[in-house]
């Protein structure tokens, strides 16, 4: 009798099937096609993730993200600029067929359009193969969008001296005090005209901004505290023309001890 030849194959419930889940499943039959997700390609990832983190920690360090104060709405020269990720974004709504009357195209449709093609290249080039030149569409959409990106990032961030800007809007250390002469006859008239909004010491505060460290001369002052400005409406200030000299005075000389 030839082996195997004849034979019965026969259930038996009363026999447990052995089974033991911490046994990988085995993939030698598709060499460099496939691998075990835990912990091989996990592995991979969470290795490659660890040194990206590392690198863009110790780039922070190395060079710190120079910081602006607090908005000021009373300065209509200041120019806002977004974060350095949005930058690009930025950069596209200066192109004539992304601004003015076609803003709608730079704010939703390019932007839609280039990240819903992102979002599809998996479904659009899903070949078994994992080398580059097997994914020529997938791989194609990413470089573009990556060159797109830095291309318009670098050239937004080129027309912008970062340190300048930052030093021209430097906040005020925290904990830092600011000698208020209370014995100036203009600060009884800022109690009562100025104070609910810019703070006691010129602070600021969630009504007004911050009047320390600005670069503003008397007839200026004294124009926005009769006119206003931005969001500071006009007839904030109801003294005499004695007084508001008094007030523009008492403003000057506190910016003027910040500065020495």
């Not at 949005?86 to 009357?101: I, Q, T, V, W």
């Not at 600060?187 to 901004?209: D, F, K, R, T, V």
Request: aromatic share 10%; net charge negative; glycine share 10%.
């Amino acid at each position: 009798m030839k082996k195997g030849k004849g034979m019965k194959f026969v259930g038996d419930s009363r026999i447990s099937a052995e089974r033991n889940p911490h046994i990988p499943k085995d993939y030698s039959e598709y060499p460099g096609r496939t691998e075990a997700f835990w912990p091989n390609f996990l592995l991979k990832e969470w290795l490659a993730g660890s040194v990206f983190l590392v690198g863009f920690l110790c780039l922070t360090l190395a060079h710190p993200s120079p910081l602006e104060g607090v908005a000021d709405p009373t300065d209509a020269a200041y120019i806002p600029l977004p974060d350095w990720y949005f930058l690009f974004l930025y950069e596209l709504l200066k192109y004539e067929y992304a601004s003015a009357d076609w803003s709608l195209m730079g704010i939703l449709v390019i932007p839609g359009l280039a990240f819903g093609a992102l979002l599809l290249a998996p479904f659009l080039d899903n070949g078994p193969g994992r080398r580059p030149h097997q994914r020529p569409v997938a791989v194609g959409m990413m470089l573009l969008g990556l060159v797109s990106v830095i291309w318009l990032t670098y050239t937004s961030a080129s027309h912008v001296d970062w340190e300048a800007r930052a030093e021209a809007n430097k906040p005020i250390p925290e904990g830092e005090q600011v000698a208020i002469d209370t014995d100036h006859a203009g600060y009884e008239i800022y109690q009562n005209n100025c104070m609910s909004c810019h703070g006691e010491n010129l602070e600021g505060g969630a009504a007004g901004p911050s009047l320390i460290g600005i670069d503003r001369s008397a007839e200026e002052i004294a124009t926005i505290a009769q006119e206003g400005i931005g969001s500071m409406p006009a007839g904030q200030f109801t003294g005499s023309e004695e007084e508001l000299e008094k007030l523009v005075d008492f403003i000057i000389s506190v910016n003027e001890d910040t500065s020495e």
